[in-house]
């Protein structure tokens, strides 16, 4: 167990539609980066936040939005939904994410969304 | 695309024997993660090696990095059934960049 939690595990929805994926950060860990894994694409970085403030950008859609809350757990909000959206969305936590180079990133069990 | 290359992309061997799987990357880095996933489950995060370092180990676990080379191993010893998953390379700082991963195999 890494520590870091998500919600739903699995979600089923319909095209056009908006879903949102929770995610706590282990206990200190100030980032919080969500990542998707489709078959085609592998596994792909999406955003981080660092301490509430967006850090990173990936190859994040417009259509999906994240933000960081006071209490540092995350939210991913996916709108617009399409079939190639089916993926499974992991979110990681680290201490650090400040620009210190070396540090783990420490995954959570992730939310596998299907999209019909 | 992908920063790094796992090499094979698929293993299969038998329990007691060992496992060595490659990674390759293009651009200069600051350190190489090596991760396992189990079928369709969450990443767990193995080994960090910094690009100063050359080889580290933990527990049945040595992997290596040769910066001249863009190139990293990660030998597990002694596999055995639990060590069936599929392992990633991973670079990057706050963007973790993965490869597309080798599945291995450990048959009874």
């Known amino acids: 167990d890494s520590g870091v939690t998500q919600t739903p595990k699995h979600l089923i929805t319909a095209t056009g539609q908006r879903v949102t994926l929770r995610c706590s950060p282990r206990?200190?860990?100030?980032?919080v980066y969500w990542y998707q894994q489709s078959l085609d694409q592998g596994l792909q970085f999406l955003i981080q936040?660092?301490?509430?403030?967006?850090?990173a950008k990936g190859n994040i859609l417009e259509r999906f939005s994240a933000q960081q809350f006071p209490d540092l757990h995350s939210e991913l909000n996916l709108s617009s939904l399409e079939l190639g959206d089916s993926a499974l969305y992991f979110c990681?936590?680290?201490?650090?994410?400040?620009?210190?180079?070396?540090?783990?990133?420490?995954f959570g069990p992730g939310t596998r969304l299907t999209v019909t | 695309s992908q920063q790094g290359e796992e090499d094979p992309q698929a293993l299969s061997i038998q329990e007691g024997e060992n496992a060595t799987m490659n990674c390759s990357y293009k651009t200069s880095i600051n350190n190489l993660q090596w991760y396992r996933q189990n079928s369709g489950r969450g990443l767990v995060h193995l080994i960090l090696i910094r690009s100063n370092e050359r080889e580290k180990h933990s527990g049945r676990l040595r992997v290596t990095l040769d910066t001249s080379k863009k190139s990293s191993s990660l030998l597990i010893t002694a596999s055995r059934a639990a060590d069936t998953a599929s392992y990633f390379c991973a670079t990057g700082a706050q963007k973790l960049v993965f490869g597309q991963g080798t599945r291995l195999t450990i048959n009874p």
């Open positions: 990681a936590s680290s201490v650090d994410g400040g620009g210190a180079p070396h540090y783990e990133q420490y």
């Open positions: 206990s200190g860990d100030l980032s």
């Open positions: 936040y660092y301490n509430g403030e967006e850090r």
